[in-house]
């Protein structure tokens, strides 16, 4: 939502998809997200730059190996940072802009099988939230835009907003976002 507000384009072109496929006003059906390919690229982007679990579940190497060039011996633990592969200006261009559109010709995906987008870790101890996750945030998000009209606190313009995080165990908005809805 804080992306969508600050980027009032990209809300735009999704209430636009989202009046054209459901109708404007309507709650958004699990079915529904199949049809809604430019919400789905909304999810991964916000998912990109703001995973909530922004280091993976640690891992422990049980055996010396060669990766990249590089020797991980044995016993190392090993920490992933996905906030930073998110970030990698040698992976996505202008990695700072919250540009969904990046994904529209993309074969990309979210689940763990390619490892620059990996905010449900990957391997044995992927989130098994996932399933759950990747239908019920497009439909809640879906939902939220496409019922009401948004506008930030305050008159703020969007460019000012503040989109500072906070690290923890999970990934949090510093300054925790104040929207105003109106019925749409
Ligand atoms: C946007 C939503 C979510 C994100 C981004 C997310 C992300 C993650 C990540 C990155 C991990 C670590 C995976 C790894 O190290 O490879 C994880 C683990 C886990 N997640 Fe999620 N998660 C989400 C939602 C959920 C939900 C909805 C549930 C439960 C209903 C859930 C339950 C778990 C559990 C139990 C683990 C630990 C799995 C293990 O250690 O074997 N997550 N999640």
Redesign the pocket.
């Known amino acids: 939502m804080a992306e969508l507000l600050k980027n009032p384009h990209t809300l735009e072109k999704a209430q636009k998809e989202l009046a054209q496929v459901i109708g404007r006003g309507k709650l958004v059906d699990e079915v529904d997200v199949a049809q809604l390919p430019y919400l789905q690229c909304i999810v991964k982007e916000a ?1 990109r730059l703001h ?3 922004s280091f ?2 640690p ?1 422990k190497v049980e055996e010396d190996v060669e990766l990249c060039g590089y020797t991980i011996p044995k016993g190392s633990q090993v920490l ?1 940072n ?1 906030w930073a592969i998110g970030r990698d200006s040698g992976i996505w261009e202008n990695p700072l802009d919250f540009k969904p559109e990046r994904f529209w010709e993309s074969e990309i995906d979210l689940r ?1 099988r390619d490892f620059e987008l ?13 399933p ?2 990747i239908r ?2 497009p439909v809640a998000l879906g939902s939220l835009i496409n019922t009401f009209n948004w506008k930030l606190h305050g008159g703020i313009a969007p460019n000012d907003l503040d989109m500072e995080e906070k690290f923890g165990i999970t990934l949090a908005k510093a300054q925790p976002l104040l929207a105003i809805p109106t019925p749409a």
């Open positions: 998912l995973p909530p679990v993976l579940i891992r992933v996905v763990g990996i905010p449900f870790g990957a391997g044995r101890r992927i989130c098994p939230g996932l759950l996750a019920m945030i």
